[in-house]
């Protein structure tokens, strides 16, 4: 019988975490300061982290820490210290992106549970057999899966996580460079500057188009599945994965409340749909508009956000007038002081908040629907008559939250009971729902009563109280006779017995120490032409040279048998698990570190790879020497030297126009590629090779002269005639 779905939540810190648990999650991933790719939400210094595993695990909750980045050359032994402090912190998984760290926590931690991320660029039943067969417990899947693709990978045997709420990427995860290349900001190594939330213009060579969708082409929806959580159990998902690391405590509390409702409606037989009132909640807590996503098939229109690309909030009034810093609104739904508003307006919102709310000449603290009420407004632009006004941030639906919150901590079941008798201790044993039995004993024996007994009441009275502890105790008592025992030693007994159950529960692995690395086998192979050539211009422009290799997609969703591939560029994890003959391992395995080029290279039928182009030269040199001390051979390695790399991958993106433009005006390329929009960098992307034996070349809308050219010129840098 399949297991229950997990549900999991976020914790973007403590008080998120607590809010997580008391909603009823399974499981929570966070992140630690150190090599997590949402380097922006509060995070867990060491000390919080133990704090969060010990609480959780009390609680029968899951933690996994998410070390979702790319792991440069010089950070690979603090992240192994980190990977060893993870271990014996007692958490329940990692979650990674870097192929190179993912190998040395196989090799040096095998009881250690791993989660390939959905950095990992997982897509496909061939990534997640791979990725089985190296000692994955569960891929996450890209958030541009189908149910479908959910279905076949799912009967692979790996556990598979799914997003099921909140903030899609625009891009496959793990493949977009746009921040990297404008901002300097890499979404691979945590820190993405959300480009695909900026405005961004289709255009032709000739300048902008005008548009009636919207002025942000790239800003998608969030993601919402509840009313089809069945369709996803049945699919064989094993976990159904919250976004939101970023997000309040009160938002992580109220989806998780709401996910934990729909999964125990389904398990109990019953019928479960998403309420008018809790949508109204949802949506007034954050929502970008919300859409079933790619796992479902909406369409272009339902996924994209293209009008505006931040919290919508609810309707709630619109502007009957504005004077002199305030502005008069009828209002549409209830109204509370402190409220956040926005004021849809043009060429920006207006922002406000309802710090004085004025009706009939009287300030007051809130105000219903249908009601004519003053607001300061002090921001521009100025608000004009008809325009809607929302409502952004709901003060009493947080308070209520907070509330509930409060009144609905996590209680585990123990049966106590308490034994003894005159002349010796008071023994109580408390057991668990997981068979975990613990006792305790009174430091002062039992005195025979000389006027007031311990009756059983009060016995029970003082077991049941847990102060601070989550348990919720059924009371079995076998006093023989008529005993006394101070409160004060009957409560400090409890409490040991409590303290101690804790402390077993808190602790759910049983681990030794680490096993040393060894360097895997790698195999002489010849280097061979000193260019590679990806050509990924239309066929009559091909350039049929023996320079050009076939690139297999980045983007293979299809179900497939194992197939020789030979002499081509790999891209994905599902190429890996291909029968593999003189292959390169491509940029898209977004190489930074020499322990995934050992990795790599240790895999049947790859000679060579290409690294990733957020590289810099200091560190490819790096990279180079501490392959060639490690294994004691030179690495065939490529560095890209010239092209326009593609800055994301995209699904079922139906453009009209050849050119997207940023506010700064430069332009981006789109172009098809294996049923994917490419866009492109706006200009080609050069560098010097100064380390690596071979250079890689991208060619895409290059004429035949230029690209006879810059091959011309990249010869001449390979054998010194320049």
Request: net charge neutral; with cysteine; proline share 4%.
């Amino acid at each position: 019988m399949r297991k229950k779905i997990e549900l999991l939540s976020p914790a973007g810190n403590m008080e998120a975490l607590t809010a997580a648990v008391c909603a009823g999650c399974d499981a929570v991933y966070l992140g630690c300061t150190n090599f997590s790719a949402r380097a922006f939400a509060g995070n867990f210094n060491h000390e919080e982290l133990l704090e969060a595993v010990k609480y959780c695990h009390i609680r029968d909750v899951r933690v996994y820490v998410t070390m979702n980045t790319l792991i440069y050359e010089t950070e690979m032994e603090q992240a192994m210290k980190e990977v060893d402090f993870l271990y014996h912190a007692d958490v329940d998984a990692l979650l990674i992106q870097d192929y190179g760290l993912f190998h040395r926590i196989r090799v040096q931690y095998p009881d250690f549970e791993l989660h390939c991320s959905t950095q990992m660029h997982i897509h496909n039943p061939a990534g997640c057999r791979f990725m089985k067969e190296q000692g994955a417990s569960r891929a996450v899947l890209a958030r541009e899966s189908s149910i479908e693709t959910v279905r076949a990978c799912a009967k692979t045997g790996i556990e598979i996580e799914v997003f099921a709420y909140g903030a899609l990427c625009v891009s496959y995860s793990g493949q977009c460079l746009m921040s990297s290349s404008v901002k300097n900001r890499s979404g691979n190594r945590g820190v993405c500057a959300q480009m695909c939330r900026l405005r961004f213009y289709p255009s032709e060579k000739s300048g902008r188009v005008p548009s009636s969708q919207g002025e942000f082409a790239l800003a998608m929806k969030d993601l919402n599945v509840l009313e089809r959580l069945p369709e996803l159990i049945e699919a064989g998902a094993g976990s159904l994965k919250i976004e939101g690391r970023m997000k309040k405590s009160e938002y992580v509390y109220l989806v998780t409340r709401t996910f934990r409702e729909a999964i125990d409606a389904y398990y109990a037989g019953k019928s479960w749909h998403l309420s008018k009132e809790r949508k109204s909640e949802l949506e007034r807590l954050f929502n970008r508009g919300f859409t079933e996503g790619y796992l479902f098939h909406d369409s272009f229109a339902k996924r994209m956000s293209m009008d505006r690309p931040n919290h919508r909030g609810v309707p709630i009034g619109k502007v009957l007038r504005y004077k002199d810093g305030r502005v008069l609104v009828r209002l549409s739904g209830n109204l509370t002081q402190h409220d956040g508003l926005r004021i849809l307006n043009e060429p920006i919102d207006t922002g406000l908040t309802a710090v004085k709310i004025e009706t009939r000449g009287k300030l007051v603290s809130a105000a219903k629907a249908g009601e004519e009420v003053w607001l300061e407004c002090r921001s521009k632009p100025i608000p004009k008559p008809g325009q809607p006004l929302l409502k952004t941030s709901d003060t009493a639906l947080l308070e209520d939250l907070r509330k509930e919150q409060r009144e609905s901590e996590r209680k585990i079941s123990v049966h106590v009971t308490a034994e003894g008798s005159a002349g010796k201790p008071l023994k109580l044993s408390g057991t668990d729902s997981s068979g975990n039995t613990v006792l305790a004993f009174s430091d002062q024996p039992l005195q025979k009563a000389q006027k007031a007994p311990l009756s059983e009441e009060r016995i029970r009275k003082a077991l049941e109280k847990t102060a601070g502890f989550p348990y919720e105790a059924d009371i079995e008592i076998k006093i023989s006779g008529d005993v006394f025992l101070p409160v004060n030693e009957l409560n400090e007994t409890r409490r040991k017995l409590y303290a101690s159950l804790s402390e077993v529960r808190a602790r759910r692995h049983l681990r030794g120490e680490a096993l040393a690395y060894t360097v895997s086998s790698i195999e002489e192979v010849p280097f061979g032409n000193p260019l590679i050539i990806l050509d990924e211009r239309e066929e009559k422009n091909r350039d049929t040279s023996e320079f050009v290799m076939h690139r297999l997609p980045v983007v293979n969703e299809e179900e497939s048998d194992k197939m020789a591939v030979v002499k081509s560029v790999i891209s994905n994890a599902g190429d890996l698990w291909m029968d593999l003959s003189h292959c390169t391992a491509g940029l898209t395995f977004n190489i930074t570190n020499s322990w995934t080029m050992e990795y790599l290279l240790s895999m049947p039928g790859i000679d060579a790879l290409i690294f990733s182009s957020e590289c810099t030269d200091e560190l490819i040199a790096a990279m180079m020497k501490g392959f060639e001390e490690r294994t004691g051979r030179k690495a065939n390695a490529y560095q890209l030297v010239y092209g326009r790399r593609p800055m994301m991958f995209i699904k079922e993106y139906p453009f009209e126009h050849p050119y997207l433009t940023d506010l700064e005006g430069r332009m981006y390329p789109l172009i098809n590629s294996d049923g994917c929009t490419v866009i492109l960098e706006n200009e080609p992307y050069r560098r010097a090779n100064r380390s690596c034996r071979g250079s890689c070349l991208i060619f895409t809308l290059e004429s035949r002269e230029e690209s006879e050219a810059i091959k011309e010129e990249a010869y001449e840098e390979v054998f010194g005639r320049i």
